[in-house]
């Protein structure tokens, strides 16, 4: 199975992470230690605390997941 590509997501969505809303990128895309923390922003699916694009980032698949995932 082919990887599907996802696109970064536009800094027009940056948000200070205490504004963040449900369904906002937690992803924090500036140096924790700074005044004001910011995260990513974009939209997210009902499920997940980041877009698409961060949750690759975040998320590394079990060996298991990969070789389930080649079978089917």
Do not use: L
């Not at 230690?33 to 949750?55: I, K, L, Q, Y």
């Amino acid at each position: 199975m082919a990887a599907s590509y996802v696109a970064e997501p536009s800094a027009r969505y940056q948000t200070r992470f205490v504004d963040a809303r449900a369904r906002q990128c937690r992803f924090i895309v500036t140096d924790v230690a700074a005044d004001e923390v910011v995260c990513c922003g974009a939209p997210t699916s009902e499920t997940s605390s980041w877009c698409s694009w961060h949750r690759q980032v975040v998320f590394v698949p079990s060996r298991h997941d990969r070789e389930r995932r080649q079978v089917a």
